[in-house]
């Protein structure tokens, strides 16, 4: 269950060492804020001029290995790292010696270029397609504030602190291009939801939010307005660093008096991540190309050599040394033969003429090209192209067809022909969660009411909306008796309870009737939904407001207070009020894992109206 929470949990996991940081920018958000001494990241929003003298990096991230320039002797050099391929450059040299060699030159030269041929090809073909996917990534067109109207220019144009307007196109993903803090939205809130499953594998729509100070300050003439006749919003931030779940910042806005605001990681969002439910939102560009939190964690794939290569460089190593055990004594009886046949061996007068050091070298040399044929070079020739044919194998393979929504089947998409014998080695698969490499579904099974003193239980299983059609559930809101009146009421506030206290908000689906949930954690999804089909149902979700609606009754309530969930507390609280009697509540989710039941994992939610408690178990399953 604690996957489910993952966001949050990371954030005190740390994560990989940062990479070198670009100098320091002028002013410190460390300093600034009363910390120590640490460099930090200063933005002025919609002023390039002032940004210039940072020297931030463009927006433009590169995946791609090589260049025009560098392909060959990169390429040459990451070739010859194979014990084979030296061999054979050993044997075609030599052969290319003057009265040295027993064959022809051709006959050695022809199959090395031929293996280094293909793999520079292969090679470079799979870098190609990175660039394509480079120039394709980094040139989509981003709305931009510019001289006090909207104008669409290349995300790679983008700078810190330009002022961009992302748009969603009906039932599209919007990607962001760069690092931004949020300013305002279409949403009422200033509430932005997102999808990060490029930067951390989460499928799910996360909310993240405007701060009110700027959330209604939506067209280019109420932007330029606050950036003109010097002033500035000014952000000062933490330094570019790989972590993406841990970030902070303060944002200072030109107002009568100077004043300055904190900004969180709900404040922001990082490139890789998609808008989604969302129409439009302006933000401003915190980081840019390298020093996106995307950039950060991209690390320069080395080729990976599958263990094939390595075990057939280490038979060729073997071989090698074998050959050598057989060389050295042909080497040594010629010479010792051809001291003893001096004067019998007219036809070899010429050899004669060189002492018994110099015949043992040249000796060497002929039997070296000579017993090549121990390490057959076909053998290269013949898996480089295998490698290939392989590759083409899983591109058609109608078996690995899947199907894409709004892209429509696609076919499998190997990234390197490198690595094909490792396949049929897997033997083991290990994932850190559910949804990795599964469908991660969660359902609501049974749970458990206190009522009068007693534990009853009920389950539902594969039948949804059970608890509601074996009984009749009450309720009259939060701000009634504390303690139940009846076994219903109980039931009644048991639903309520996990109706309201999460951070799931509702949608409506194009229909006008069908109502979606979505949220950050999947289990919170299947709380609600399961009060949904026992008719006790979210109808609408704000940050300062809530609706649930029980029997057709709408029951709302203004959230006073949220605090979220976070790995110390362990727990989710709101304090809602009734707004028809302005009777504060508190309700409480408590997620721990306080023991198990059959495999399954126990999740303690608590209900709290004045002083006391009504607590309830809930059992939570994956299917």
Known sequence: MNNARRDEDEESDGSPKDPPA???SKHSFAESSGGGKSAGHTVCVNDRAGNAQYGYPQNFLKTSHYTFINFIPLNLLLQFQQFSNVYFLLVMVISLVPNVSPITPLSAVVPLVLILGVAMIKDGYEDFKRHIADRKDNSGLVTTLVDGAWKDIPSSDLEVGDIIKLERGAGEACPVKADIVILSSSEKDGVVFIETSQLDGETSVKPRKAREQTQDIQTPSQWMEHTRNGKSVTLHVDEPNPKIYVWQGVMDLPETVEKRYP?????VIWRG??????????????????DTKQGRNLKQAKRSISSFYVRMNALVAQIFVFKHIVLFPLAIL????????????WYLMGLLDYNSTEQFFLNYMTYFVLLSFMIPISLFVTVEFCKIAQYLLMVWDSEMLYFMKGVGWVNCRPKTSDLNSELGLVKYVFSDKTGTLTENIMRYMEGA??????????????????????????????????????????????????????????FVKEDGKTVIFEGSSPDEVALVQAACNNKFTLTHRESKLITITVNSVDYQYTILKELEFSPTRKMMSLILEDSSDATPSIVQEVMDEIGQLTGRHYKLVSYHGHEKADRIIIVMGSG
Not at 263 to 267: A, L, S
Not at 334 to 345: H, M, Q, Y
């Open 22 to 24: 670009r100098s320091p």
């Open 263 to 267: 900004i969180f990681i709900k404040n």
């Open 273 to 290: 991540s998609s808008m989604r439910k969302t129409a439009w939102v302006i933000g401003a560009v915190l980081y840019t190309g390298m």
């Open 334 to 345: 010629n010479v010792v033969w051809n001291d003893d046949n001096r004067d019998k061996t």
């Open 449 to 506: 009411v206190l009522v009068n003193g007693v534990w009853e239980t009920h389950s539902e299983g594969d039948h949804p909306g059970t608890l509601h059609q074996q009984t009749s559930p009450t309720f009259h809101g939060l701000s009634t008796s504390v303690v139940p009146a009846n076994r219903n009421e109980a039931i009644g506030r048991y639903l309520a309870t996990i109706g309201m206290c999460h951070s799931v908000i509702p």
